[in-house]
C-alpha cells in the first residue's frame, strides 16, 4: 500500500464528500439555512445541525480513534454551536464546526494515554466495504501521529478540505498548514512502512 489511500480505507468520509459541480448548489442552500437559523428559525438550525453532524462524528472517530468519547464529542460541538450561534461570523459554517471538534479532540487526547483501537471497533465496516484489518493498520497508524499532525492529515485527506481552511480550523498560517502535512505524510508513511515490516 505505497500510495496509502486513505479515503478508500474511510468509505463512510467518502459518502459525504461532495462531487465535482455539486458545491455551489449545496453552498447556496447552506447560505439560506444560514440567513434563516440567523433569524431564529429552530428547523433551518436543526437542518444544519444535521446535515453536518457525520462530518463532525468522523473527523472526532478520526481524532480520538473511540466511538463513544467521538459520539459525546460530536454531541458537545452540537450544543456548543446551538449556544454560540451568535459568535459564527461567516457563510461557511464547517470550518467552524471542525475548529470546535479538533479543540475538543485534543483536550480529549491530552486527558489520556494513547490506547489501541480494539477489534470490535470496526464492527459493521465490512458491509460497507472497507477491509476491518487495513481499518485497524490505518488507526494505529494515525494514533501514533502526535494531535497535530493527525488533526492536519485528517483534516486533508480524509475531509477534503483545502488548506486555507485547515488553516480557519486550526487557527494557524496556511504556510504552517503545508509544513505539518508535509511532516504528517512523511511520518505516516514511516510508521506505515514500520508496520508492514512488521506484519511480513
Known sequence: MKNLPLRELFPAVGEF???????????EREQDLLRRAGQGDE????????????GILNLAYQMVGDP????????????????????????????WLFRMT?????????RRKRREAPLDEVEGLEAKGADPTAMIAVREALSRLSPKLRAVLVLRELHGLDYAEIAQVLKVPVGTVR??????????????LEMEEGRG
Do not use: Y
Open 43 to 54: 428547523g433551518a438550525f436543526k437542518v444544519l445541525a444535521e446535515r453536518h453532524r457525520e
Open 179 to 192: 509544513s505539518r502535512l508535509s511532516r504528517a505524510r512523511e511520518e505516516f508513511r514511516r510508521i506505515w
Open 17 to 27: 464528500l461532495l462531487r465535482p459541480g455539486e458545491e455551489g448548489c449545496v453552498a
Open 102 to 110: 479538533v479543540n475538543l479532540c485534543m483536550t480529549a487526547l491530552k
Open 68 to 95: 463513544e468519547e467521538a459520539e459525546d464529542i460530536a454531541q458537545e460541538v452540537l450544543l456548543r454551536m446551538l449556544r454560540h450561534w451568535r459568535k459564527f461570523r461567516g457563510d461557511n459554517l464547517r470550518p
